[in-house]
């Protein structure tokens, strides 16, 4: 029987451009399999659109989006607006993807939302999208985890001078909560050092300085959870077009990627088993994209990226079609996992009978 599915994408981020992409495409995707898809857009200001055009993504070409009615997220589906505000129609939906790409929408806002309004996600949840938005947790989580990692400092804006476990030059400058590789930037000297990180502070309050390993390569490898098993796909090469992987090398055509990746069976062995023991070990769901590099023979987790590109699907499928298969598996996980939830005791002590009517009420001075 088809579903229905709330694709919610956009967000109060700078990749609010690249998740457009990736939510026009998971609604269309859906659509294609038989699903109802209702696309949900949060705008750049945080006003939240639903509707059958923001399918299709010509309407996100100047205003045009603005053209569907605004809408409300909650009690097991999404209300539309009419022009003076008021309700004007309720859908309810079976589950829910979260799109979003950076800001609060990857971090964490998106799966509270839908976790207050009653509907399965089958995306990461709350604590894990929080936990891999900020890539100094990343590194506290991955270190409990005991996963190897590139040596880092964190710095935030309070800076008055940079700390001496500063790892040795070249350094990455990396704004903490940004994604897209944007403020991403590669520094050989204490000059170019402080005018990357004053760049990366006017979009973020900290940035993560982390030390280049040199002749790198960058590994990616995805997974998703059906059935009691973790699944991941091949390793994938990403290739750039200068020292590290830029915005442009990944949406602007710059770079080029390798799949499956050739390296030895051994190591693609490995970077599958981290992904599958992260992935495990904090009980994730949905599609999650891992970041490896491989330097001097050993294997670095980079980044965890809860929302992946396009939900990785070149990764994890031969194409669209197939990719729906995909979809159709981490939103019946999504349904199961509610549904076991749901199935809790909440507890009510009753407590409230007996306070008194002053208990609450301030003292005068």
Partial sequence: MPKTIAVIFGGVSNENEIS???????????????????????????????????????????LGYAKAPRAVVANGGVYTLDKRGKFKKFSKVDAAVNCCHGGSGEGGAVCGLCALAGIPLASAGVFESAAFMDKYITKLVLSALDIKTAKYA????????????????????????????????????????????????IYDSAVIVEEYLKDRREINCAAYFKDGEVITSECEEAMSGGDILSFEDKYAGGGKSVLPADIPPNMAELIKNITKKVYSKLNMRGIVRFDFIISGGEVYLSEVNTVPGSLSYYLLSSGFKDFYRVLKDVIAQAEKDYSAIKSKKLLTTGILENVTAKACKLGRK
Wanted: hydrophobic share 35%; proline share 5%; aromatic share 6%.
């Fill in 154 to 201: 964190y710095l935030d804006r309070d800076i008055t001078d940079y700390p001496t476990n500063m790892p040795g030059f070249p350094l990455i400058v990396k704004p903490v909560n940004l994604g897209s590789s944007i403020g991403v930037e590669k520094v050989e000297n204490h000059e170019e050092l402080k005018s990357a990180v004053d760049c990366a502070l």
């Fill in 20 to 62: 457009v992409i990736t939510g026009t495409m998971c609604a269309n995707v859906l659509k294609s399999g038989g699903e109802t898809a209702i696309p949900v857009y949060i705008s750049q200001k945080g006003d939240i659109y639903a509707g059958e055009l923001l399918a299709d993504i010509n309407s996100f070409k100047g």
